[in-house]
């Protein structure tokens, strides 16, 4: 299978506990985003890489999160001291800058966190 | 700021009734418009992508198209297996958006036999 893929598909654990989330995109794209789901909406973007720089980050990407990519291939989402409020899927995508297609971004299955 | 409004929230359609999705914008210029499907419980699937004004792509029983301020996305004859959630995104050409999708809150089918 050639498609994003993530890992854990599933995580729960007690609040004020660090969960780490990986990453591993299509092999030869060169961006990838993270993105958070709630239940009835849709995804909201949290960050994104280019290789391995971090050229982007949003306002919900608080100083509790952190992401890495530190060889431009695969990328970890680190959450610390867990919130009931960070329950939600933490989705994957990668994309490639050469194209086409160059700007279409290819989902992953999705981590789904429940902090207790 | 950027918006993405998708109209019904939700749609019931019986098996070969075709219907339109419609994906409302607001962007300070747009680099591209995305539709994704998603099954309960699994990322977006990439469908199509869209860049300018009179641009159609077609893909089995769904067409999209665009136009300066909305999206369609066109069902044909739909099918049970056609029922998800249609997500539809924008992709800002400001450079102070960079590459991030800004969705809409995505629309569920249900397609009954």
Same mark, same amino acid.
């Given at each position: ?64 999160? #952190? !992401?890495?990519?530190?060889?431009? &291939?695969? %990328? ?6 867990? /919130? +009931?409020?960070? #329950? !939600?899927?933490?989705?994957?995508? &990668?994309? %490639? ?6 700007? /279409? +971004? ?11 | ?113």
């Amino acid at each position: 299978d050639t498609g994003v893929s993530q890992d854990p598909r599933h995580k729960i654990t007690k609040r004020g506990q660090n969960v780490t989330f990986r990453c591993d995109p299509i092999s030869e794209h060169n961006r990838l985003y993270w993105y958070r789901q709630t239940l009835g909406q849709g995804p909201e973007f949290l960050t994104y890489f280019q290789n391995e720089a971090q050229l982007e980050k949003s306002r919900l990407l608080s100083d509790r999160f #952190s !992401a890495e990519r530190p060889k431009g &291939s695969f %990328s970890t989402l680190e959450i610390q001291r867990t /919130e +009931q409020g960070d #329950s !939600a899927m933490y989705l994957c995508a &990668s994309s %490639s800058v050469a194209g086409p297609p160059y700007n /279409e +971004q290819f989902f992953g299955p999705g981590t789904r966190l429940t902090v207790l | 700021e950027d918006q993405v409004t998708q109209s019904p929230e939700a749609l019931r359609l019986q098996e070969g009734e075709s219907s339109s999705l419609n994906c409302s914008y607001t962007v300070s210029g747009l680099r591209g418009l995305f539709w994704y499907r998603q099954d309960p419980g699994k990322g977006p699937e990439f469908l199509f992508t869209l860049y300018s004004a009179g641009e159609e792509k077609e893909k089995e029983r769904l067409k999209a198209t665009l136009t300066k301020k909305e999206s369609f996305l066109h069902i044909t004859a739909p099918k049970p297996e056609d029922s998800a959630t249609y997500l539809c995104a924008v992709q800002a050409r400001d450079s102070n958006s960079g590459y991030a999708l800004n969705f809409g809150k995505g629309t569920s089918l249900l397609v009954t036999p």
